[in-house]
């Protein structure tokens, strides 16, 4: 029998819960955090419910009414103040003094005789008068027979509801079980702007190696362009055994540099620096610089090895050996990676292996390192990301980590579930009107919203998309438009795709001369439209917090299948920005796009003022659907800044 | 750190699992149970995984291997074989010799060299050499250089594929956590044929009350009929305090005879029969006269009093007191049912309630009943069902409970999740093509599959639709082969359905004169259309065990708004019946019928036979589309069963 007998709502669903509470739902600071479950209880009575929530490193819990919103589902809403983990649970009961006086209304107003029920409310009013003393005086006047009419009066009066809403009768509660929890990180896990390049092409001479000193030298070009995180491939020494050359070729000629992500040499591993790229002092001064700039470095994790990485010699034990002694290099048969050794996570000395991988992040944290790209992580165990992410974020909470796991679904999902702050997306292939839609609805809409930040990148080293490939400017430019207005967090392999470069290994989503086996020279000086539309864009993302949530985007019906069109708001509609997209880089489009009047709570007479944010352009709209047209040539995209006129308030 | 560090298979979402496992998932003997479960790894090595299973009451597992479907899920099945408890885990690892044999083929197949594949190719053979000898033999060999070619042969066998197969190199297992619960209940819990009647309206002759001896000899015409079970409303003394009249009126003239579901007077309770209706021993042979006839009796269990009900005496304590020592009546303000009073749940003496309720099932089950059709559950706490059904299973493990609770969606799948068998659904409003198969694709295909059993009513006692209402002969057959043939388990409210009674209370969806409130007189000798078509459905259901499952059923496409039609198998296509249903009672309707191809195996040459069950009529399709008309005024529904011509399989 259970020990709770008496309590009679029952509550189901509670959300967000990730797996059932295994893992936290996340959020960052200043998110609102909408808690919903599911409750009901026998018979008509009334619930009343409300949800505790507290940070875990606080000994109160503060309190939210939950309301009814229909089909038993109830919610409730507090705000993610500040970083950390928050718990929270939900509790619900049948309120008898609320039941009474809707019943009472009820009755009172169909003129059934009250007088039972007025000697009913009275003793909820005695329960009440414990904190509320006049309301004694009121239970008393409720049982003198005289005053039964001015009695009913109070009660039907609004004054009543009041105090009804203010006493709830708290009895045989249910409560939700163990707390929920809600990670809650820094504005940046969700809001950031990413710029990547490879330190060694950074020098604004030609013909040599660059260095870190070299990438400060680009930092206010980058600062200026709106960027607030530059992400550089791995800068350790480069394997020189089975290195790389040009185009992936399996022999380096003398001379060439290697992929960077062929770890460790005899001149050190993962916490060592490539001595052709600077000195310890030179990373600590480009870390500095950066931050002057409000720029933060983010540095690749790579785990795996070169076969002159110092681990294989000190720790053979972490790799696979074979029947001959040779240590398995990485395969995905019959094709080998003959440069590259993947550890061996079934290793007996495992625990080893994991302390030592530990002690890289921590290591770099404490070169000044607060973002972690995470290169191929689900190539490595995942409960292996789920501890060593925890251990980091315990010292550090505000380190943040970005998967780069291009792969099936649910390894992706399950990544995000067990720490990773941001992902790597499927936004690089979706293209169509479509495709976008389903996409970003899925993101939003589905369940890994509670868990899965994406960030959205265009290209990468690894990936010249096929739209892309042999493509003119414009379809770079909406490529920028629709990563930087749809997600709050997008990047770019920037100086590629800053200047076209379209170029592909034919057949393949690969850039030709790739520079991830080559040093590249690029025209640092130089400025052109991209430059100047990622500087707009980015400043419309700074200026703007309805740009600064991927949550908060809700499509736009818009008639014609080329263009696409979304709004985003702030929770208070204190910021509304208005996006639209020509998908087609070829030719001009229009149509009619239709404001989503209840999201903007307008009422019949509509009175917008548009300006777009790129070009300054003013407009005034007064109809739902209004119309817009996009010369890819001139600009494929409108950022309206939408204010909404006051007497439409 | 995790203990498991070196298990790299990630396990998620297994199912069935109902609420994660908080309530166990349903099925009936012999029916199968798809296990499924999100598996996946780091990197490209293989997975094996199995599924464990036993009946709680065993001490040996069960095994069987998953399957990869695609997309990261997995699948096994077993067959739910006994009555009772079964239990259920997933294991999962890598299989680094499935891993190998895959890598080895790829790399063989491709000419790469893989005479260090054949050496660790040994170390795996030596180590299934543990439980097949002779593989020590064949490890001897792929040492052999000199076998080098003949080695490779024995790789690219098939016999090969079989040796990994039946050699899982287990290591490292990853296991799904606490075992998952699947509740397995008789046939009967998902397919039964329920006739509801009033005893006291069951004489042949008309002008007096019926008794149970009146009923015993009405056995005969129900079991040729085809219905396994007779369902009573409440047999139990009726109250004589606000007794109500004819048509619910609120004072009952002398003797009329009140509603049997105002239960109790000082002739007895909740143990007790009424008077009128026979002695115990007359109820015994009831129960008895009609298992010969292979019919269970059920029981209608209404937790409620009337005002004269013993308990309301020895037991105040039970009931809400108002503050002028009156007992508290049921009410849904401004009405007032002062013929009944609720308990009150809320009693301090709670557990004495519970435990007298308990007494009243297990007292009945004494007299011989297995079936209990329960009275508006939705209005007593779902926690005191989950503990009494959970009481009454433990001792009686073939007990049978039907909800009657038609609320709300989440109510209602709570109940069915605590432990009812089955539930009344919400079919009695779905009439168009659209609702229908809205509803049947969300039962069959929706999560609550795995705990709701829908029951479905055409019409009850306090139900005559509207689309009954004023309506000819057709509608009720046409609601009726839907009922019958959608849903393994349906009833009638026996003889106004068979009699075509289609008289409201003006604007309710209410009989007029309603039996509730006094006895009928029917010609229990008379049969019509729709007895001899009843008759004729149950058999075809009694006769095809495709018909006695819900969750088979596969919607067929039919260009016709008018017509539904869908098909039912078994798992191994031993038995299919095909339906069609023309929905519009007034007018003739035909159209096409596409045949599930796939779900029936079928190659591009079709040859079906198919007889009408109805009609005995044949046909053969040799065509994926084929041509079906039904008149409604001969008969509006085709059930077909299909035979599949032995070349075709």
Same mark, same amino acid.
């Given at each position: 029998?259970?020990?709770?007998?008496?309590?009679?709502?029952?509550?189901?669903?509670?959300?967000?819960?990730?797996?059932?509470?295994?893992?936290?739902?996340?959020?960052?600071?200043?998110?609102?955090?909408?808690?919903?479950?599911?409750?009901?209880?026998?018979?008509? *009575?009334?619930?009343?419910?409300?949800?505790?929530?507290?940070?875990?490193?606080?000994?109160?819990?503060?309190?939210?009414?939950?309301?009814? /919103?229909?089909?038993?589902?109830?919610?409730?809403?507090?705000?993610?103040?500040?970083?950390?983990?928050?718990?929270?649970?939900?509790?619900?009961?049948?309120?008898?003094?609320?039941?009474?006086?809707?019943?009472?209304?009820?009755?009172?107003?169909?003129?059934?005789?009250?007088?039972?029920?007025?000697?009913?409310?009275?003793?909820?009013?005695?329960?009440?008068?414990?904190?509320?003393?006049?309301?004694?005086?009121?239970?008393? /006047?409720? /049982?003198?027979?005289?005053?039964?009419?001015?009695?009913?009066?109070?009660?039907?009066?609004?004054?009543?509801?009041?105090?009804?809403?203010?006493?709830?009768?708290?009895?045989?509660?249910?409560?939700? %079980?163990?707390?929920?929890?809600?990670?809650?990180? #820094?504005?940046?896990?969700?809001?950031?702007?990413?710029?990547?390049?490879?330190?060694?092409?950074?020098?604004?001479?030609?013909?040599?190696?660059?260095?870190?000193?070299?990438?400060?030298?680009?930092?206010?070009?980058?600062?200026?362009?709106?960027? *607030?995180?530059?992400?550089?491939?791995?800068?350790?020494?480069?394997?020189?055994?089975?290195?790389?050359?040009?185009?992936?070729?399996?022999?380096?000629?003398? %001379?060439?540099?290697?992929?960077?992500?062929?770890?460790?040499?005899?001149?050190?591993?993962?916490?060592?620096?490539?001595?052709?790229? #600077?000195?310890?002092?030179?990373?600590?001064?480009?870390?500095?610089?950066?931050?002057?700039?409000?720029?933060?470095?983010?540095?690749?994790?790579?785990?795996?090895?070169?076969?002159?990485?110092?681990?294989?010699?000190?720790?053979?034990?972490?790799?696979?050996?074979?029947?001959?002694?040779?240590?398995? &290099?990485?395969?995905?048969?019959?094709?080998?990676?003959?440069?590259?050794?993947?550890?061996?996570?079934?290793?007996?000395?495992?625990?080893?292996?994991?302390?030592?991988?530990?002690?890289?992040?921590?290591?770099?944290?404490?070169?000044?390192?607060?973002?972690? /790209?995470?290169?191929?992580?689900?190539?490595?165990?995942?409960?292996?990301?789920?501890?060593?992410?925890?251990?980091?974020?315990?010292?550090?909470?505000?380190?943040?980590?970005?998967?780069?796991?291009?792969?099936?679904?649910?390894?992706?999902?399950?990544?995000?579930?067990?720490?990773?702050?941001?992902?790597?997306?499927?936004?690089?292939?979706?293209?169509?009107?479509?495709?976008?839609?389903?996409?970003? $609805?899925?993101?939003?809409?589905?369940?890994?919203? $509670?868990?899965?930040?994406?960030?959205?990148?265009?290209?990468?080293?690894?990936?010249?998309?096929?739209?892309?490939?042999?493509?003119?400017?414009?379809?770079?430019?909406?490529?920028?438009?629709?990563?930087?207005?749809?997600?709050?967090?997008?990047?770019?392999?920037?100086?590629?795709?800053?200047?076209?470069?379209?170029?592909?290994?034919?057949?393949?989503?690969?850039?030709?001369?790739?520079?991830?086996?080559?040093?590249?020279?690029?025209?640092?000086?130089?400025?052109?439209?991209?430059?100047?539309?990622?500087?707009?864009?980015?400043?419309?993302?700074?200026?703007?917090?309805?740009?600064?949530?991927?949550?908060?985007?809700?499509?736009?019906?818009?008639?014609?299948?080329?263009?696409?069109?979304?709004?985003?708001?702030?929770? *208070?509609?204190?910021?509304?920005?208005?996006?639209?997209? $020509?998908?087609?880089?070829?030719?001009?489009?229009?149509?009619?796009?239709?404001?989503?009047?209840?999201?903007?709570?307008?009422?019949?007479?509509?009175?917008?003022?548009?300006?777009?944010?790129?070009?300054?352009?003013?407009?005034?709209?007064?109809?739902?659907?209004?119309?817009?047209?996009?010369?890819? &040539?001139?600009?494929?995209?409108?950022?309206?800044?939408?204010?909404?006129?006051?007497?439409?308030?």
């Amino acid at each position: 029998m259970s020990k709770d007998g008496q309590s009679r709502v029952v509550i189901e669903n509670v959300q967000p819960a990730v797996d059932g509470g295994r893992y936290p739902a996340k959020r960052t600071v200043g998110e609102r955090v909408d808690v919903t479950a599911n409750l009901f209880g026998d018979g008509h *009575d009334h619930i009343r419910a409300r949800v505790s929530f507290r940070k875990a490193s606080s000994a109160e819990w503060s309190q939210a009414w939950m309301t009814d /919103r229909g089909n038993d589902e109830w919610a409730a809403s507090f705000y993610a103040e500040e970083e950390g983990s928050y718990l929270f649970f939900v509790e619900a009961w049948i309120d008898h003094f609320e039941t009474w006086y809707d019943g009472f209304r009820k009755k009172a107003l169909a003129g059934v005789d009250v007088k039972l029920e007025l000697l009913e409310g009275a003793i909820f009013l005695d329960g009440a008068s414990a904190t509320e003393a006049s309301l004694s005086a009121m239970a008393t /006047r409720f /049982r003198d027979p005289a005053r039964y009419k001015e009695s009913i009066g109070v009660v039907l009066s609004a004054e009543f509801a009041a105090i009804v809403e203010r006493h709830p009768a708290v009895q045989f509660v249910t409560t939700s %079980g163990d707390p929920l929890r809600v990670l809650v990180e #820094g504005r940046r896990a969700l809001y950031s702007t990413w710029y990547e390049l490879f330190p060694r092409s950074s020098a604004l001479e030609g013909g040599r190696h660059g260095t870190f000193l070299d990438t400060v030298k680009l930092l206010p070009r980058i600062a200026t362009m709106g960027f *607030d995180v530059l992400y550089l491939p791995p800068i350790h020494p480069i394997g020189k055994v089975n290195r790389k050359g040009k185009n992936n070729s399996v022999t380096a000629k003398a %001379g060439e540099p290697g992929s960077p992500w062929a770890i460790g040499s005899d001149e050190g591993g993962h916490k060592a620096l490539h001595p052709e790229l #600077g000195t310890l002092a030179d990373f600590h001064k480009l870390v500095t610089e950066a931050r002057k700039l409000q720029i933060a470095i983010a540095m690749d994790i790579a785990f795996q090895c070169a076969p002159d990485h110092p681990y294989v010699k000190d720790h053979p034990d972490w790799f696979r050996q074979r029947p001959d002694g040779s240590i398995q &290099y990485a395969e995905n048969p019959p094709k080998k990676y003959q440069d590259i050794y993947p550890f061996n996570f079934e290793s007996a000395d495992w625990k080893g292996l994991w302390e030592e991988l530990r002690s890289v992040f921590l290591y770099w944290v404490e070169q000044g390192v607060t973002i972690f /790209r995470v290169d191929n992580p689900h190539t490595k165990p995942i409960r292996f990301w789920e501890w060593v992410i925890g251990e980091i974020r315990s010292k550090h909470p505000e380190v943040i980590f970005l998967s780069e796991a291009f792969t099936r679904p649910k390894v992706m999902a399950s990544l995000a579930k067990v720490g990773f702050t941001q992902s790597y997306t499927y936004f690089t292939w979706r293209n169509t009107k479509q495709e976008i839609m389903e996409y970003m $609805n899925e993101l939003v809409h589905g369940p890994s919203r $509670n868990y899965f930040r994406p960030n959205f990148w265009p290209n990468t080293p690894d990936i010249l998309p096929y739209h892309l490939q042999h493509q003119g400017e414009n379809i770079f430019i909406i490529r920028a438009a629709l990563a930087a207005t749809m997600s709050a967090s997008y990047g770019i392999y920037g100086p590629p795709f800053e200047f076209f470069e379209n170029q592909p290994v034919e057949g393949k989503e690969e850039y030709v001369n790739s520079e991830k086996y080559e040093i590249k020279h690029y025209d640092w000086k130089r400025t052109n439209r991209m430059t100047d539309l990622l500087t707009m864009i980015n400043r419309a993302r700074r200026e703007h917090p309805a740009l600064q949530s991927t949550w908060n985007l809700q499509f736009c019906p818009i008639e014609n299948p080329h263009l696409l069109a979304f709004i985003k708001t702030t929770d *208070d509609l204190s910021d509304v920005i208005l996006v639209v997209v $020509n998908l087609d880089p070829h030719t001009p489009q229009s149509g009619y796009v239709q404001v989503p009047r209840s999201r903007l709570k307008l009422s019949d007479k509509i009175n917008l003022k548009l300006t777009d944010l790129m070009t300054q352009e003013h407009y005034t709209w007064t109809q739902e659907w209004n119309y817009v047209e996009l010369n890819p &040539y001139k600009l494929p995209f409108h950022v309206f800044h939408v204010r909404i006129h006051e007497s439409q308030m």
